[in-house]
């Protein structure tokens, strides 16, 4: 897991200061009862430039300023301000490596009581120095969770509200507990959602697979990401449909993909291999494409990489 760096700064309370003084009251809103909504957004240092990319910055700050109507949430900050504050803690950083940044709209109150509406909210940014977060080598080894996904109607996954993330937490440390990489979690409906922190595709006869947006999944910036690549780089087809659990033990090929997990094939479910257990020609050639493309390399796609100097 990755922890706070010595020097890093944090935005808290409309000021940046050093990480190891932002702190929170107990009786905060947010620390009670999980009320607070967060991106992950990951920059990629290019030697050559001595630079860092953000990368989506803009569609990340998009999603979770959408989100706020799901916790009725205003803040001061407007969505341009919090791409700044996102760029300005990694300049103020001092990083020189990958980074991942975390912006934070939380229930800043000090008040007891499981409400929403009209408790006050704040915003805190703070970034991390981040490598891969699972191995995108090799492939890993999966198991679908015995915990199922979120509902909508229960807790919505596409809020990416930090109490939702006791879900993943279950799922992933059952998983790992057992002696997989990952879990698959499946909807109460017995069809495939996502992965713990990270969206699923399979791969057959050529075409990309995923679960639609109403199948309790996080809507993944870089399921987006992938999408687009897979249609206007590789010329393949994408269709969102729900996936049966079994459907994962037939497919040609498999793999996750978020900001954290980028790309990572997955090379067996529930012990059972993914085609050869290696990983596949299209997930090999997809990695490809989107570590040029988070790297500033494609021309077509520079407008998604934002420089932090
Ligand atoms: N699903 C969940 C539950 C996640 O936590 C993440 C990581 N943010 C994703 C999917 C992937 O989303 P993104 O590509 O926007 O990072």
Same mark, same amino acid.
């Given at each position: 897991? &990755?922890?706070?760096? !010595?020097?890093?700064?944090?935005?808290?309370?409309?000021?940046?200061?050093?990480?190891?003084?932002?702190?929170?009251?107990?009786?905060? /809103?947010?620390?009670?009862? @999980?009320?607070?909504?967060?991106?992950?957004?990951?920059?990629?240092?290019?030697?050559?430039?001595?630079?860092?990319?953000?990368?989506?910055?803009?569609? /990340? =700050?998009?999603?979770?300023?959408?989100?706020?109507?799901?916790? %009725?949430?205003?803040? !001061?900050?407007?969505?341009?301000?919090?791409?700044?504050? %996102?760029?300005?803690?990694?300049?103020?950083?001092?990083?020189?490596?990958?980074?991942?940044?975390? $912006?934070? %709209?939380?229930?800043?109150?000090?008040?007891?009581?499981?409400?929403?509406?009209?408790?006050? +909210?704040?915003?805190?940014?703070?970034?991390?120095?981040?490598?891969?977060?699972?191995? =995108?080598?090799?492939?890993?080894?999966?198991?679908?969770?015995?915990?199922? *996904?979120?509902?909508?109607?229960?807790?919505?996954? *596409?809020?990416? #509200?930090? @109490?939702?993330? =006791?879900? +993943?937490?279950?799922?992933?440390?059952?998983?790992?507990?057992?002696?997989? /990489?990952?879990?698959?979690?499946?909807?109460?409906?017995?069809?495939?959602?996502?992965?713990?922190?990270?969206?699923?595709?399979?791969?057959?006869?050529?075409?990309?697979?995923?679960? !639609?947006?109403?199948?309790?999944?996080?809507?993944?910036?870089?399921?987006?990401?992938?999408?687009?690549?897979?249609?206007?780089?590789?010329?393949?087809?994408?269709?969102?449909?729900?996936? #049966? *659990?079994?459907?994962?033990?037939?497919?040609?090929?498999?793999?996750?993909?978020?900001?954290?997990?980028?790309? &990572?094939?997955?090379?067996?479910?529930?012990?059972?291999?993914?085609?050869? @257990?290696? !990983?596949?020609?299209?997930?090999?050639?997809?990695?490809?494409?989107?570590?040029?493309?988070?790297?500033?390399?494609?021309?077509?796609?520079? /407008?998604?990489?934002? $420089?932090?100097?």
């Amino acid at each position: 897991m &990755a922890k706070m760096e !010595p020097g890093a700064v944090t935005y808290f309370e409309g000021k940046y200061i050093p990480a190891e003084d932002a702190k929170v009251n107990v009786m905060t /809103h947010a620390f009670n009862y @999980g009320t607070g909504l967060f991106e992950g957004i990951r920059g990629y240092y290019c030697a050559d430039v001595d630079n860092i990319y953000v990368f989506r910055l803009k569609e /990340h =700050i998009d999603r979770l300023v959408r989100n706020f109507n799901i916790l %009725c949430m205003e803040i !001061p900050e407007t969505a341009e301000q919090i791409e700044d504050i %996102c760029l300005e803690v990694t300049r103020q950083s001092g990083f020189r490596e990958g980074i991942y940044i975390r $912006p934070l %709209c939380y229930k800043s109150e000090l008040s007891l009581g499981p409400a929403v509406r009209g408790v006050k +909210s704040s915003l805190t940014c703070y970034a991390i120095k981040l490598g891969d977060y699972v191995d =995108i080598k090799d492939g890993l080894d999966v198991a679908v969770s015995s915990w199922r *996904r979120l509902a909508d109607n229960a807790i919505p996954s *596409r809020a990416k #509200s930090t @109490g939702s993330y =006791i879900n +993943s937490s279950l799922a992933a440390t059952e998983a790992k507990q057992a002696g997989f /990489h990952e879990a698959i979690f499946l909807r109460e409906d017995g069809t495939v959602s996502e992965g713990s922190a990270m969206n699923i595709f399979m791969v057959q006869d050529g075409k990309l697979i995923t679960p !639609p947006p109403t199948a309790d999944i996080l809507v993944g910036i870089t399921r987006n990401t992938v999408m687009q690549l897979a249609n206007e780089m590789l010329g393949l087809d994408v269709v969102e449909r729900p996936i #049966s *659990r079994t459907e994962l033990y037939v497919c040609d090929e498999l793999f996750f993909c978020g900001t954290g997990a980028q790309v &990572a094939p997955v090379r067996s479910v529930d012990r059972r291999l993914v085609g050869d @257990g290696h !990983p596949g020609v299209i997930t090999k050639k997809l990695q490809e494409v989107y570590f040029d493309v988070v790297l500033n390399k494609v021309e077509e796609y520079k /407008h998604w990489c934002t $420089p932090v100097f």
